[in-house]
T-cell receptor, first 114, second 113 residues
Framework: NAGVMQNPRHLVRRRGQEARLRCSPMKGHSHVYWYRQLPEEGLKFMVY????????ESGMPKERFSAEFPKEGPSILRIQQVVRGDSAAYFCASSPPLQCGDLFFGEGSRLTVL | GENVEQHPSTLSVQEGDSAVIKCTYS??????FPWYKQELGKRPQLIID?????GEKKDQRIAVTLNKTAKHFSLHITETQPEDSAVYFC????????????FGIGTKLQVIP
């Protein structure tokens, strides 16, 4: 059973470009979470999604950031018009339904904005 | 919403000594408390968890304790080894129909050989 797959692992963008980060949850998992981790800092919740539904996006900036988890395919975190402050590691985690919060993390996508 | 505080932020111990990391949470409805270990440049990995109907849980050199009344929980690592060096995150989960997990700020543990 493959784990949570994230790609790309590393992404370099110039200011003003768009970044798209993908996450395929573990097989059988229907819940996806995105967390952002700045260097030397903790894991900040961004958004929680189920298939075709955003359940909680309270941690996501209102502008430039969006997330989706379509019926088919991976979850995507999209950052438009990136700025240097967006440079961070973005971790996706998944959990099975009806479980008490067991999160399984992917290896992360490290975004660098030049 | 839930707020999880964790301390210390950094901790250095001699190899073989014990390490203790403490966390408090704000929402008494939380009922699940996992601990994650993150090695440098790697993903967080679940190492142990405890649920609110249990006061203590042990797995080899790692133990967690939970005090629901005081709303705090702790991670204890005994006989520390250099490979225990990592950042450790505590977390708490709110009950209800949705499974948001709130993390503490993390503790950077350094085990000195």
């Amino acid at each position: 059973n493959a784990g949570v797959m994230q790609n790309p692992r590393h992404l370099v963008r110039r200011r003003g470009q768009e970044a798209r980060l993908r996450c395929s949850p573990m097989k059988g998992h229907s819940h996806v979470y995105w967390y952002r981790q700045l260097p030397e800092e903790g894991l900040k919740f961004m958004v929680y999604l189920q298939k075709e539904n955003i359940i909680d996006e309270s941690g996501m900036p209102k502008e430039r950031f969006s997330a989706e988890f379509p019926k088919e395919g991976p979850s995507i975190l999209r950052i438009q018009q990136v700025v240097r402050g967006d440079s961070a590691a973005y971790f996706c985690a998944s959990s099975p339904p009806l479980q008490c919060g067991d999160l399984f993390f992917g290896e992360g996508s490290r975004l660098t904005v030049l | 919403g839930e707020n999880v505080e964790q301390h210390p932020s950094t901790l250095s111990v001699q190899e073989g000594d014990s390490a203790v990391i403490k966390c408090t949470y704000s929402d008494s409805a939380s009922n699940y408390f996992p601990w994650y270990k993150q090695e440098l440049g790697k993903r967080p990995q679940l190492i142990i968890d405890i649920r609110s109907n249990v006061g203590e849980k042990k797995d080899q050199r790692i133990a967690v304790t939970l005090n629901k009344t005081a709303k705090h929980f702790s991670l204890h690592i005994t006989e520390t080894q250099p490979e225990d060096s990592a950042v450790y995150f505590c977390a708490a989960r709110l009950t209800g129909g949705y499974q948001k997990v709130t993390f503490g700020i993390g503790t950077k543990l350094q085990v000195i050989p």
